[in-house]
Each structure stands twice: as C-alpha cells, then as structure tokens.
T-cell receptor, first 115, second 111 residues
Framework: EAGVAQSPRYKIIEKRQSVAFWCNPISGHATLYWYQQILGQGPKLLIQFQNNGVVDDSQLPKDRFSAERLKGVDSTLKIQPAKLEDSAVYLC?????????????FGPGTRLLVL | GDSVTQMEGPVTLSEEAFLTINCTYTATGYPSLFWYVQYPGEGLQLLLKATKADDKGSNKGFEATYRKETTSFHLEKGSVQVSDSAVYFCALLTGANNLFFGTGTRLTVIP
C-alpha cells in the first residue's frame, strides 16, 4: 500500500512570496490533516478535512493560509504571502474512514524555508 | 489548556543501554496517550498507545504506562539498538478529538 505522498519535499522562498504544498493521502482515506512543525516543536494541527469538507480549521491563520480538498482526495495548502515565521515542516496525514485519529498515517513532509 | 511536556534532548546512549524519555501531560477529562516515532527521512508513525489509567502500551521492546496519579507516560526500553535512533514524540488525544504533540526528543544510539 502506497503511503501519504507530499510534494515538494523542500522549498525555499523569500518573504512575501506565495507557496503551495500538495498532499495525496492513502487511497480511500476519508480524513486528511495538515500540520505545521516548527523546528524544535511538535506538530501543530492546522486543518482537518473529512472528504471535501472542513472539520476543524480553528488553528489555521486564515489571513495568509488556505487549504482545499475539492474532490475529497488530494489537498493543497497555500501560504500567501509568506512570513519568516512560516519556516517549518508541513506534514500531511490521513486516516481511513472509521479509523481513530491516533492511527493517522503521516507523509514525509515539506520543509519550507522563508528568507 | 491541554498540553504535553516532554523531556528535552538530544539523548545519546550506547547500544544496549536503558532508555527513559519522560513525558507528563495536562488535560481535562481522560485523554488517550501515545508515543510516535520519526525515523530519519520518514514520516511520523504511531509507536504505542494507552487509552486509560494503568494501561501499558508496548511495541518493538518499548513500553509506557499511563499513570494518572503522576500525569505521566514515560517511554522506556531495556536495551536500545542503533536502529532505535529517531525522534520520539509524546502526544495526547482529548475528548474533543484534538491531538497535541510534545516537542520531541532526539535519540542517538551509538555502537
């Protein structure tokens, strides 16, 4: 079974530029999460999707971050415009329908550096 | 609010040494507790879990016991191997289904 795929793996941009990350969850997984992991910290939930609907986006800085999962499969996370403090690893995770949150499968992450 | 406090690293041990990584939590209600592991170049993966007080989670020689009286979930392994080198995250799942992670502890095991 293929795992959660994320791209790109690394991205370097200048502040005020825009960037987008892509996630392809495990086939059939209904729930998808985006996390931000700043260096030296644990992952922090940004947004949770159930199929193509948003379940929880209370921690998403909506003035600059947006995410979508239009067809309930792939998802994109966008930052516009980026700030220095957005430098982090962005993790995507998915859970099968009916699965519990702790059993989510994580992708390898996209490491973002904002200069 | 709900949170997890984890032993700071990095931790460096010789092969076959005993490992303890401390984790304490603050939560309302009765959370479930977890340890995740992130091997170099790989994604986070669940290592073990405990869903109620006095439960012991175990996997791959690692163990952790849910201690409600001390609000702790310390990770232990009797004899570490080089292949255990990774970053370990303690986490809790609240009744509202929110997953909180600790800051992670990097373990390096040297031959």
């Amino acid at each position: 079974e293929a795992g959660v795929a994320q791209s790109p793996r690394y991205k370097i941009i200048e502040k005020r530029q825009s960037v987008a990350f892509w996630c392809n969850p495990i086939s059939g997984h209904a729930t998808l999460y985006w996390y931000q992991q700043i260096l030296g910290q644990g992952p922090k939930l940004l947004i949770q999707f159930q199929n193509n609907g948003v379940v929880d986006d209370s921690q998403l800085p909506k003035d600059r971050f947006s995410a979508e999962r239009l067809k309930g499969v792939d998802s994109t996370l966008k930052i516009q415009p980026a700030k220095l403090e957005d430098s982090a690893v962005y993790l995507c995770a998915s859970v099968a329908a009916g699965g519990s949150q702790e059993t989510q499968y994580f992708g390898p992450g996209t490491r973002l550096l904002v200069l | 609010g709900d949170s997890v406090t984890q032993m700071e690293g990095p931790v460096t041990l010789s092969e076959e040494a005993f490992l303890t990584i401390n984790c304490t939590y603050t939560a309302t209600g009765y959370p479930s507790l977890f340890w995740y592991v992130q091997y170099p170049g790989e994604g986070l993966q669940l290592l073990l879990k405990a869903t109620k007080a006095d439960d012991k989670g175990s996997n791959k020689g690692f163990e952790a016991t849910y201690r409600k009286e001390t609000t702790s979930f310390h990770l232990e392994k009797g004899s570490v191997q080089v292949s255990d080198s990774a970053v370990y995250f303690c986490a809790l799942l609240t009744g509202a289904n929110n997953l909180f992670f600790g800051t992670g502890t990097r373990l390096t095991v040297i031959p």
